[in-house]
Structure formats: structure tokens, C-alpha cells
């Protein structure tokens, strides 16, 4: 299988390189091929996948925030152009993550086994499963070297990444959405709540840190 992968790698590399099977076209290429779906509005906490507990759907997000985590540690946070149900597609049918919907998101919800099924009967869809596969791979990597980070630079790197992806960031200030709590950013830091309030008051009374309501 590594092989088959590999050797389609090769073949499609410069459209790999220019984004050809990135989020859209993966999921172009599934409403085009008429795979069925359910366009779904989840509510905040709804938890999607429990670790090591069978799972039956693959989700599309079109908007909303949900965090990703391993025993009981939040690896990241997904949001728009993320799909979540991918991870060891081929031989587990328990989930390796916890997936909870901290912001009401929005996702096209597909059958596991329909689209696994269509995708690899297809030479492209061994690309996309490769592609989704290594963004998650990209993950893990920045998050095992983000903890080799001092305190303050692993807190302040995470909040400019929530600031980028969910929030914003203009002159100087970074705009964060007040539903990622103190305690969801400790986490994800793996910094005490206590550290993590010190270092957000500080940066909140120096100005430089605003939590934005919804």
C-alpha cells in the first residue's frame, strides 16, 4: 500500500505542490462523484469521536472550532477546510481522538465506508487520503515542537495561531475568541491554568491581548 501511495506521489507531485488535493477539490471531487451527505449543524460540546470507541462518519468542516485530543490533552484545534475522521482509514475502525465542538460548527457528514469504498477505487483518491493524512502528520510535528518551548513562548505562539485561524491579529493586538477559555489554551500549552492567567492578564493589561466576544 505504502508503495501504491508512493508511486501515485510521483506521478501527481506538481499538482500536489500547486494544492490540487487540498480541502476543496477533495471535496469537489466527492459531491461530483454523488457520494451521499448530510449537511449538519453541530452544537457547541457535542462530542463527534471518542478515543478508541468505533466511529461510522467522516466530517467536512465548513465553520465552526473543534478541538482535537489524546488522552485528555487537546493536540490542536480544527476549523474551516479541516476534515476530521481520516486517521488510520484503511485498518481501525476505533478512533484514535476525542473530537468536541467548542464553536458551533457547520460540516458535510459522511458514511466512513461509502466514501472509503469510492476513494479507493480511484488513483486520485489514494492522493487525497495521502495529502489529508500528511497535514495531520504537520500537526502532530508542530505541536511535539512547540513543547520543547519555554512557558511564555509556547503560550504566546498558540494564541498568534488562534489569533490567525479563528481570531485576528492588527496592529500588534491579538484578537482572541473568548470561547477558547484560559483553561482550553493551558491545555493545549501544557501550562498550569494558574501560569496560563498570569501570562493572558499580563499580556491583556500591557494591551497587546484582547478576548473578543462571540
Request: charged fraction near 25%; aromatic fraction near 14%.
Amino acid at each position: 500500500m505504502e508503495e501504491k501511495i508512493k508511486s501515485l506521489k510521483e506521478i501527481h507531485l506538481e499538482n500536489m505542490n500547486q494544492g490540487k488535493f487540498d480541502y476543496h477539490h477533495f471535496l469537489e471531487f466527492l459531491l461530483t462523484h454523488r457520494i451521499p451527505y448530510k449537511k449538519r449543524i453541530l452544537k457547541r460540546n457535542t462530542h463527534i469521536f471518542t478515543e478508541n470507541q468505533p466511529f461510522k462518519n467522516i466530517y467536512f468542516i465548513e465553520s465552526g472550532v473543534i478541538s482535537c485530543n489524546r488522552d485528555q490533552n487537546i493536540i490542536g484545534f480544527l476549523g474551516k477546510t479541516n476534515i476530521i475522521g481520516l486517521s488510520n482509514p484503511y485498518t481501525n475502525d476505533d478512533s484514535f481522538y476525542t473530537m468536541k465542538v467548542i464553536h458551533s460548527a457547520t460540516v458535510y457528514e459522511f458514511d466512513r465506508a461509502d466514501m472509503l469504498t469510492m476513494l479507493l477505487s480511484f488513483q486520485e483518491g489514494w492522493l487525497f487520503l495521502y495529502a489529508n493524512n500528511h497535514r495531520k502528520e504537520e500537526m502532530l510535528f508542530n505541536k511535539t515542537l512547540l513543547l520543547q518551548e519555554a512557558a511564555e513562548h509556547r503560550l504566546l505562539t498558540l494564541l498568534k495561531e488562534v489569533a490567525h485561524l479563528f481570531g485576528d491579529y492588527r496592529d500588534g493586538i491579538l484578537f482572541i475568541p473568548n470561547y477558547f477559555s484560559k483553561a482550553l489554551l493551558a491545555n493545549y500549552a501544557n501550562l498550569s491554568t494558574k501560569t496560563c492567567g498570569i501570562l493572558c492578564n499580563e499580556w491583556t493589561e500591557n494591551g497587546e491581548l484582547v478576548f473578543d466576544g462571540d
